[in-house]
DNA sequence: CACTGTGAATGCATTCACAGCG
DNA sequence: CGCTGTGAATGCATTCACAGTG
């Protein structure tokens, strides 16, 4: 099991992940078994890589019959660690974006918790966002051990992310996903995930091309 | 140039637009010229990587300088498509988290400009967030086409997702970015990127693995 | 029969390592 | 020198293709 855990793919990991959720819906609707093919169709993957995949986490399928859904739906969820269990989150930057994370119904129901969350502005501070109580930002490293956070959700300007970070990794924090559009220098021993919409709608023009382009006004 | 533009691999892509944001805090910064191994180490890559992305752009290094910030700049945001030029998108969905792209000044700055936003609660039809008047989510699709919208951003409830993106399509959108937790289908000539920090969430959770778990408290 | 699970083959992406250049 | 640009080597991830199974 712990062996198992560090020889899966990363790029498998995050499919995983959609498995569970598709899984779930199936299970909603009363569907007891799933093949390959037709969790792949509504995945948009191939059968040939959702079996790949789901080999990983173990022998689950049925000759001739396919997955059974609640079964290969408990492996997962145990597989990636959100099973009968809860994992406290700390949020830093309580601005537009930090805001609509906190209020997001999605994440507590797979069993990530706000419990921390931090703010420069000193006009925030004590206001209550969902039931979590705004502190300061100087407070971070030590609410982030009181509270024995997992994982840190930094939604603060690029200017003051790499401090930030670094007073979540003091607090014991070992996982991190960063929505500023900046580059952190993380220990080896802290996993960072990067989630940079700029970058993604850049990707995006450079393969438009360069049809239909129009001149941006000049100021 | 057209050539080069589809011989680029996907993932070079994404990080030519962590380049050339670098290459603009070193312009601002003073700094003419710059080598891999420099610019490699403020984005947590290899010198050698940075050269072979670098080298699918042009040859713009000088042997025993590095490259000169300016001119490098300029090339790589021509190849992304953001230079002197202004990209069309249209957000669906004006709930929490919608309402903080709409207010974020990061993509106006790269040339990504807000011409549409829909939602489908009337409530909020006729309001003006950040100088975006809110329309009904019917005219998605001849919003799109009349304001010649180039990208779509989805913030939806995953049970919408699927319609209004093909709205998005239906109104000549070919590029989009889907922040609703769903599969959505769309034809090969569309270009489709998911974000979504659920998964995000959970491949941490995974590699954090079974230390420290806390039992959820049964309800 | 309809399916899985997996070796083997392929296709990408990254890294190595060094010739070549100012 | 110090550095780029790039073939060649390596390392991952995906896909093929089929033996094996209830």
Redesign the interface.
């Known amino acids: 099991m ?1 062996s198992l ?1 560090h020889s ?1 793919p ?1 790029a498998s ?2 499919r ?3 498995y ?3 899984l779930g819906r199936l299970d909603r609707q009363g569907v007891a078994f799933i093949s390959s093919k037709r969790l792949g169709e ?3 993957l191939t059968d040939a890589q959702v079996r790949r995949d789901l080999s990983y986490v173990g022998q689950f399928g049925k000759s001739g019959r396919g997955y059974e859904v609640q079964r290969l739906q408990t492996a997962l969820s145990r ?4 099973e ?4 406290s ?1 700390a949020l830093a930057g309580v ?3 930090g ?3 906190l ?2 119904r ?2 507590q129901e ?3 918790v706000f419990r921390v969350a931090v703010d420069s502005d000193p006009a925030k501070v004590g206001q209550v966002v969902q039931g979590v109580t705004i502190a300061p930002s100087h407070q971070l490293s030590e609410l982030a051990r009181r509270h ?1 956070v ?2 840190g959700i930094l939604t603060v300007p690029s200017e003051t992310a790499q401090r930030v970070c670094d007073q979540l990794i003091a607090g014991g924090v ?2 991190i ?1 960063n929505f500023a ?1 900046a ?1 952190l ?1 993380v220990p080896a021993s802290v ?1 960072l ?1 990067n ?1 940079d ?14 049809e ?6 000049t100021p």
């Open positions: 712990k855990r899966i990363e990991v995050e995983l992940s959609l569970a959720r598709e509504a995945l948009g597989t990636l660690g959100i009968g269990r809860v994992w989150v601005g537009n974006l805001s609509a994370l209020a997001y999605g994440f797979r069993g990530f024995q997992h994982i070992r996982a996903v559009p580059h220098d996993r995930r989630m919409l700029a970058i993604e709608l850049e990707a995006l023009a450079f393969y438009l091309g360069t239909q382009p129009r001149r941006r006004p």
